[in-house]
């Protein structure tokens, strides 16, 4: 925990010295919507934070019997 503080205390500390704007590099090429989009869903399916949600929250879809 208090590494984690450290280093965010040094990020402050950098960018408070920083005297510049905020660069962006425009040399990248644009990617592809399709290939952006993939890369959201394989971010979505693959994350088990999102799995233990729908586990949790969603029905499960018994039957009820009288």
């Known amino acids: 925990m ?3 503080s450290s280093y965010l205390l040094y990020l402050a500390w950098s960018m ?3 005297k510049g704007a905020l660069k962006f590099n ?3 090429q644009k990617q592809a919507l399709r290939k952006i ?5 394989l971010i979505n ?3 088990p934070k999102l799995s233990i949600f729908f586990l949790a929250v969603l029905p499960r879809g ?3 019997t009288r």
Do not use: Q
């Open 16 to 18: 408070w010295r920083e």
């Open 2 to 4: 208090h590494t984690f």
């Open 26 to 28: 425009d040399s990248h």
């Open 37 to 41: 989009a993939l890369k959201g869903l």
């Open 45 to 47: 399916i693959l994350n």
């Open 62 to 64: 018994h039957r009820f």
